[in-house]
């Protein structure tokens, strides 16, 4: 072939190559956002360019095109165009928008992917961890009163009857016995005291005083609140156990801590008295000498 004609084709070939651009740089296969780093204004790529497994040149905008892997792109899900929904699918796997490790939600308040490990579809209405909203959880971490314990209707509420507590030491959801769960004021609850489920025991600590277990002190009586001694602890003294006051036998707060080795009205147990003439030794009574 003649020399100045095989420099006019490559010359041709070359001006043929320049009108077809190879797919931008730092395409975007895996990016939600559907723009890759590298797309700049006017860019360019055509089908034959894109060589990666699953990939196909996708509009990204009127003006832009970009190699896209229909197999994992969020906004191209195996097709152009076809973006995956973020209320239903957290990310697209071999063509398909799956949530999770399961397929898509059907949508609605009650069926949203939610994230999580992994993510998952939930209904909003009762989620407890999901409620109303992804990631809005009706439980309070264990250092914040509780405001409720589970989802109905999505929102949260406390107990089977939907009280709204405030979540603060006078209004703190807990749970009662037999499970079922409502308002607390954890400050005077001898049930609730200072934390749900922490209980005063009567025998040291009939009443609940500023969240703490107390025996028989009268709010109006400003004093340093304390149970009295538990029996069983190494360091107990004398004063051993929260019983009535004679005078105020059912006022409690008026309960006081006595020794039952030795008072007279609260003999080896509260409310046993000895009669007249007789004297508490050893927690009996026995007559004086």
Known sequence: MDLSLRTVLFALLLAAGAGTAACPSGKDDDDDSGEGEGEGEGEQCEP???????????????????????????????????????ELASTCSAGECICGDGPACDGGQT??????????????????DNCGGCSSSCVA????????????????????????????????????????????????????????????????????????CVCGIPEDIAVDAAPCENPDAPDADSLDSCCPDPEFPDDPDYFTCV?????????????????EGQECVGGECQDKS
């Open 48 to 86: 034959r360019t894109c060589s990666g497994t699953g990939e196909q040149c996708c509009p990204i905008d009127d003006a832009r095109t970009a190699c896209k892997n229909l197999n994992s792109s969020f906004t191209d899900c195996g097709g152009c165009g076809d973006a995956c929904d973020s």
């Open 111 to 128: 069926s949203t992917c939610c994230p999580g490990q992994p993510a998952s579809c939930v209904d909003l209405q009762t989620d407890d």
């Open 141 to 212: 971490p264990t250092s914040q009163a509780a405001k409720s314990d589970h989802c109905l209707d999505g929102e949260c509420v406390c107990g089977d009857v939907g009280e709204a507590c405030e979540g603060t030491l006078d209004s703190t959801c807990c749970a009662d016995e037999g499970g079922a769960a409502s308002c607390h004021d954890i400050r005077s609850d001898p049930a609730h005291c200072g934390e749900c489920g922490k209980a005063c025991d009567p025998t040291i600590g009939n009443i609940c005083r500023v969240a703490q």
């Open 259 to 275: 020794d039952l080795d030795a008072n007279f009205n609260h003999c080896g147990e509260c409310g046993n008295g000895c009669n």
